[in-house]
């Protein structure tokens, strides 16, 4: 089945500094990428997605990217606020109705 | 909308007690799916469904798990009997089949001492 690597586990940036997290897939078959922002006792929440025929994404201060070949894709978010802050996850699956496969998650840290 | 909405919230239950775990999906949502996050393991899946019928069932973790949709608007896990070890947050998400993105609900916060 398909497997997600998530990185780095923790991340600690600067207010009004970018933040890039990155994740691998397994399965070339993969062709939706969603992103998730899950805070301190709350459900994740969906923030952006990408399907495989796309290389980039944006949505105000948040893109991603995605590189078929290298099988990777990878969240930024520029010009940090102190909200930013929380536990982002990516995930991948095969579309369809099929289950997302998680990765372990980023807890993102913003240094006022 | 509601959203998807999971109960209870909170559940403090004594090893060897029968836990049920109930979720509503979202009104026109045709698939459905059941997560459980710890620190160590992150947010694994435990089984699906798209219009009520179990598709992948591989990801729970023993027969003590059982899961059933009798209808599309209602889910429920049952972990009987309870462990310890099965300790965590329960979250049931939904989704239009094809759409990918998926709504999670609250979540139910399983305490088994």
């Known amino acids: 089945g398909e497997n997600v690597e998530q990185h780095p586990s923790t991340l600690s940036v600067q207010e009004g500094d970018s933040a890039v997290i990155k994740c691998t897939y397994s399965?070339?078959?993969?062709?939706?990428f969603p992103w998730y922002k899950q805070e301190l006792g709350k459900r994740p929440q969906l923030i952006i997605d990408?399907?495989?025929?796309?290389g980039e994404k944006k949505d105000q201060r948040i893109a991603v990217t995605l590189n078929k070949t290298a099988k990777h894709f990878s969240l930024h978010i520029t010009e940090t606020q102190p909200e930013d802050s929380a536990v982002y996850f990516c995930?991948?699956?095969?579309?369809?109705?099929?289950?997302?496969?998680f990765g372990k998650g980023t807890h993102l840290i913003i240094q006022p | 909308d509601a959203g998807v909405i999971q109960s209870p919230r909170h559940e403090v239950t004594e090893m060897g007690q029968e836990v049920t775990l109930r979720c509503k999906p979202i009104?026109?949502?045709?698939?459905l799916f059941w997560y459980r996050q710890t620190m160590m393991r992150g947010l694994e899946l435990l089984i699906y469904?798209?219009?009520?019928?179990?598709?992948?069932d591989s990801g729970m973790p023993e027969d003590r798990f059982s899961a059933k949709m009798p209808n599309a608007s209602f889910s429920t896990l049952k972990i009987q009997p309870s462990e310890p070890r099965d300790s965590a947050v329960y979250f049931c998400?939904?989704?239009?089949?094809?759409?990918?993105?998926?709504?999670f609900g609250s979540g139910t916060r399983l305490t088994v001492v």
């Open positions: 998400a939904s989704s239009r089949q094809g759409s990918g993105g998926y709504t």
């Open positions: 399965d070339s078959a993969s062709n939706y």
């Open positions: 990408i399907r495989s025929n796309v």
């Open positions: 995930a991948a699956s095969t579309g369809g109705a099929d289950g997302l496969t």
């Open positions: 009104s026109g949502h045709n698939s």
């Open positions: 469904f798209n219009n009520n019928v179990p598709i992948d």
